[in-house]
């Protein structure tokens, strides 16, 4: 698993539980130094390991982590939430544009592979995602994301997941109003200082 993916992890631990969560979860997990580097490789069984760790420290079930992270990620991540804004002007535009996701990933981060995802447009603002992925939780984590990205865009959502099945979640997605409130800044341009 690339280094990134695991470093997002510790520094939300670090960020939002404090410095003893975080040695505590490596400890937990068999982190030794415990600090990932985030342009190295991990092996795969590395992240699994942390996020059970995570869960046993910070006494919250995965699946709520894993939504955490998502917000997170798109929160106080700037070259994230960038990544994603890219993908449209407003929340609908972002959602069609979401099947692109691994491939502007992998554009932003060569080596970088995220799960494939594919959304199913079925009208009046329904949409399905569905998120091939071996490890479950990429769909919560996913959740967080499409929450704190409907936010940015100052759009209404309702998400649902659905479960872990074969390999694949699948997320339910309402859109109520696009824009149901004023959205956070975005400049398609970075300014330098």
């Not at 700037?78 to 691994?102: C, I, K, N, Y």
Request: hydrophobic share 45%; glycine share 8%.
């Amino acid at each position: 698993m690339h280094g990134l993916i695991n470093r997002s992890l510790q520094n939300f631990v670090w960020d939002r539980y404090g410095r003893d969560a975080w040695i505590e979860t490596a400890a937990r997990a068999g982190i030794d130094p415990p600090s990932f580097e985030a342009m190295l490789s991990y092996d795969d069984a590395t992240t699994p390991a942390v996020l059970d760790a995570m869960s046993t420290v910070l006494r919250r079930p995965r699946a709520a982590l894993l939504e955490d992270v998502g917000i997170y990620l798109v929160t106080h991540t700037e070259a994230v939430r960038r990544l994603l804004r890219f993908g449209g002007v407003d929340f609908d535009d972002f959602l069609q544009s979401l099947d692109d996701l691994p491939d502007r990933a992998r554009m932003a981060v060569a080596e970088l592979r995220l799960p494939a995802i594919e959304l199913h447009t079925h009208g009046e603002g329904r949409f399905s995602l569905i998120c091939d992925s071996p490890v479950a939780g990429f769909g919560h984590l996913m959740m967080g994301v499409l929450q704190a990205m409907a936010d940015d865009y100052g759009a209404l959502a309702l998400l649902e997941h659905e479960g872990h099945a074969a390999g694949r979640e699948t997320l339910r997605i309402q859109l109520v109003e696009a824009d149901f409130a004023d959205g956070r800044a975005f400049d398609l341009g970075q300014r330098a200082s």
